[in-house]
């Protein structure tokens, strides 16, 4: 049974920074690739940053970039998301997700599991 | 960036009904288009990938079709459990990008 469980959310002041993880069971995390996706508080879906499933092709929204880093540990099965300079705007709820479909190089951002998420809440 | 645009926002209906759900590209992107079902306080759940595969697990019930820059989803006969928000999601470039929703409420 595929697993995501994501970690590391909280309350941080604007200008701080958090690390959010996200552990993989279930499947054979090097041959897909991983995604963030947040949600604001009542809001829709926004894809934040992907990583190839080697780890070596990694995307970001121009909201995070430079701000945001992804990574990934395939020997420890889990996905990270460095956020650093925070914003009140980046205030959601994260999730991490599996591509739908295998690939060491390729960066699928159709996901088929999702982990249940970790609030991130930015404020003074 | 390629703009997911969804109509309606909103929807009422009632079980065994028949509802359409309208996603429109700001380009062509083929077949890349996704459906997503979300309830409240849940994570998303894949109902279709390319634009009309149905995703394992998920009733016949719902369907997608579509390409270039006009999709839809289809749910033939509603049921109670799919009183949800829909979201679609372009996977043609980056970033992808998804449909401001549309909430299908109970009547």
């Known amino acids: 049974e595929v697993q995501l469980l994501e970690s590391g959310g909280g309350l941080v002041q604007p200008g701080g920074s958090l690390r959010l993880s996200c552990a993989a069971s279930?499947?054979?995390?090097?041959?897909?690739?991983m995604s963030w996706v947040r949600q604001a508080p009542g809001k829709g879906l926004e894809w934040v940053s992907a990583?190839?499933?080697?780890?070596?092709?990694?995307y970001y929204a121009d909201s995070v970039k430079g701000r945001f880093t992804i990574s990934r540990d395939n020997s420890k099965n889990t996905l990270y998301l460095q956020m650093n300079s925070l914003r009140a705007e980046d205030t959601a709820v994260y999730y991490c997700?599996?591509?739908?479909?295998?690939?060491?190089?390729?960066?699928?951002?159709?996901?088929?599991?999702w982990g249940q998420g970790t609030l991130v809440t930015v404020s003074s | 960036d390629i703009q997911m645009t969804q109509s309606p926002s909103s929807v009422s209906a009632s079980v065994g009904d028949r509802v359409t759900i309208t996603c429109r590209a700001s380009?062509?992107?083929?077949?890349?288009l996704a459906w997503y079902q979300q309830k409240p306080g849940k994570a998303p759940k894949l109902l279709i990938y390319a634009a009309s595969s149905l995703q394992s697990g998920v009733p016949s019930r719902f369907s997608g079709s579509g390409s270039g820059t006009d999709f839809t989803l289809t749910i033939s006969s509603l049921q109670p459990e799919d009183f949800a928000t829909y979201y679609c999601q372009q996977a043609n470039s980056f970033p992808p990008t998804f449909g401001q929703g549309t909430k299908l409420e109970i009547k």
């Open positions: 279930g499947f054979t995390f090097s041959s897909y690739a």
């Open positions: 997700a599996k591509a739908s479909v295998s690939s060491i190089t390729m960066i699928v951002v159709v996901s088929d599991y």
């Open positions: 990583i190839s499933g080697s780890g070596g092709s990694t």
């Open positions: 380009q062509g992107i083929s077949s890349w």
